[in-house]
């Protein structure tokens, strides 16, 4: 058939967003790939070669009306802005070196017990990255130095992230399964201050069971010595029978270990709560090639032995149950006590396993949590009492012109107007306590230790004033004439500087659950109580230097005047509040 004249060509039409790059830090960028109008692009934050194993994304919507092309909407990439210790983890695993990674690994892990559930994710990816190098020796020692900081990482934390616990554990079996032996040996034991392994490799045929036991050193910690077998009090034992191995075919490597905490032991709110009482033991068979074998249903039960502490309650046998995420007592019964302190147990097949307390009274299936932070009623009272009396004390400055005027009735009645802003706060701060916002919490956190700064300055600020005014006379010096505005700025700007530090150094712990919205653990103790302490003392000295100034110096006539109808006063209001 004859052309007829008409031309085609194809023609596309996209409605979406086209790729574009974001920029994280530095020169590290995330890119969105294209994705249709209404679409959410879900992106690997960049961390080297584990960036896809952190589970850390950001996420970017295209927007649009499917009339126009789409338009990218603010991406939302909070896990991807790493702090300091994640980038450097970050920056290692590009680096395709393993010795260099682990060192860099093994250094910022020293940091641990500051880590967030982010830098866990991190630092766990690079742990488990290094798996495939433990036959160089100084990776392999990197690696156990690693886990055993990893074992300082807070509990609330690891709550937050138990999957990373989970893992961590999992690189203590891989380490288990892989760890080389040196000169033809067919015997390894490995230790760090809280775990330690001990590894053989035997012929089922020649195997006639096995017994292991730790010593703990005079710090409660693993040492070289721990898994001698020469201890005549262990911390714990663990016999095997001879029978353990009879359906095993080729040679074995069996794995002792020991734990000196459950911190990697994360438990689920379903259930009873079970608190351990004594270090963990675990033992493990691998295959030659390094396979974990499943021994359960034995025969012959292993026998283990406990040394165990602070017990009150109801004392059990108990392993570590990872479809649960619980101790369970399954397959494992609690033999009689022995000695005082000492708890024996036989179990029919291997994991972790620990003596546990149960706690006493009913159990309810479901999610349990801590008692929710109930303020008392009397707090309320007093912040109302107290701002109906210094709502007086304020109102008599005022009227009187005199007080008013002077630099030490501005003085005064900023700190008093300080004083009801900190009250507020407290009943604001009590408030945020009952929502579920962190966010919300942590704001007003911020807010009542930026205000309760501030107040106890200007008490300072007082003090110091009486000191240089005596120190002068009633003619005071340009410093007293300035004094009021230089302190202004100062009692309201330096505390901004300490919070931010504090913030800087702990934003985490400025909203915690059930706790009342104030800095918790080392922020409020060296953010917030040694800062209100240093203040407060300078101001006590001051105020009793000016009580003695005014009793034992000699004065005028005029001087006489002065000090009995202002500076008297003013320091006696100022001393009572």
């Known amino acids: 058939m004859a052309n007829p004249g008409f031309e085609f060509s194809t023609v596309q039409r996209f409605d979406g967003c086209l790729p574009e790059s974001t920029t994280v830090f530095g020169n590290v960028n995330i890119t969105w790939p294209e994705i249709g109008t209404a679409e959410v692009a879900n992106v690997a934050c960049p961390c080297g070669s584990i960036t896809d194993t952190t589970g850390l994304y950001g996420n970017r919507t295209c927007g649009g009306d499917f009339v126009s092309i789409g338009v990218w909407e603010t991406p939302d990439i909070r896990q991807c802005q790493y702090n300091d210790e994640s980038r450097r983890l970050c920056q290692a695993a590009a680096l395709n070196n393993p010795l260099a990674e682990s060192v860099v690994l093994s250094n910022v892990s020293n940091n641990a017990e500051n880590f967030g559930a982010d830098t866990v994710n991190i630092a766990v990816s690079l742990l488990e990255s290094l798996g495939e190098f433990l036959e160089d020796e ?54 760090r201050p809280q775990f330690a392994l001990d590894i053989q490799v035997v012929l089922p045929e020649n195997f006639n069971g096995l017994t292991f036991s730790v010593e703990l050193n005079s710090d409660g910690q693993l040492d070289d010595n721990s898994l001698s077998g020469d201890s005549t009090s262990p911390a714990g034992s663990l016999e095997l029978p001879n029978d353990l191995l009879s359906d095993v075919i080729g040679s074995a490597r069996l794995a002792f270990g020991t734990l000196t905490g459950d911190s990697l032991f994360v438990q689920s709110s379903t259930g009873p709560t079970r608190s351990l009482r004594s270090i963990i033991l675990s033992f493990d068979v691998y295959s030659f090639n390094g396979t974990k074998m499943i021994v359960s249903n034995l025969q012959t039960p292993i026998s283990l032995s406990f040394e165990v502490s602070e017990v009150t309650g109801n004392l059990l046998c108990a392993f570590w149950d990872e479809e649960t995420s619980r101790f369970s007592t399954e397959g494992c ?93 407290i009943i604001l701060a009590t408030a945020a306590t009952y929502t579920d916002s962190d966010e919300f919490c942590a704001v007003f956190s911020g807010f009542f230790h930026y205000i309760s700064i501030v107040y106890f300055m200007w008490i300072f600020a007082e003090g110091l004033y009486y000191v240089i005014k005596l120190r002068y006379g009633i003619g005071g010096s340009p410093l007293t004439r300035r004094y009021f505005i230089i302190m202004l700025i100062l009692c309201w700007i330096l505390p901004v500087l300490i919070v931010l530090i504090s913030v800087a150094a702990g934003h985490e712990y400025y909203a915690l659950d059930n706790a009342f919205c104030r800095p918790q653990q080392y922020p409020f103790w060296y953010g917030y109580i040694i800062p209100i302490v240093i203040i407060y003392i300078l101001a006590f000295v001051c105020h009793i230097f000016s009580i003695f100034t005014l009793i034992l110096n000699p004065m005028n006539s005029a001087e006489t005047t002065v000090r009995k109808q202002t500076t008297l006063p003013h320091l006696v209001v100022a001393i009572i509040l």
Do not use: W
Not at 347 to 361: I, K, N, R, W, Y
Not at 362 to 370: I, N
Not at 383 to 404: D, E, K, P, T, Y
């Open 138 to 191: 100084d990776v392999f020692n990197n690696v156990l130095d690693t886990i055993n900081n990893l074992f300082d990482v807070r509990d609330n934390v690891y709550e937050e992230t138990p999957e990373s616990a989970s893992r961590v554990l999992s690189s203590i079996d891989n380490v288990a399964a892989n760890v080389p032996f040196s000169n033809n040996s067919n015997r390894t034991t490995v230790a």
């Open 333 to 425: 019964t609690k033999m009689n006590d022995g000695e005082e302190g000492i708890l024996n147990c036989e179990c029919d097949h291997l994991s972790f396993f620990g003596a546990v307390e149960e706690e006493q009274g009913p159990t309810t299936e479901g999610p349990t949590s801590e008692p929710e932070y109930e303020p008392q009623a009397i707090i309320f009272v007093g912040c109302i009492i107290a701002l109906f009396i210094v709502v007086l004390a304020i109102i008599s400055h005022l009227i009187s012109a005199s007080l008013r005027n002077s630099h030490e009735g501005k003085i005064l009645v900023t700190s008093h107007l300080t004083l009801i802003i900190l009250y507020i706060v």
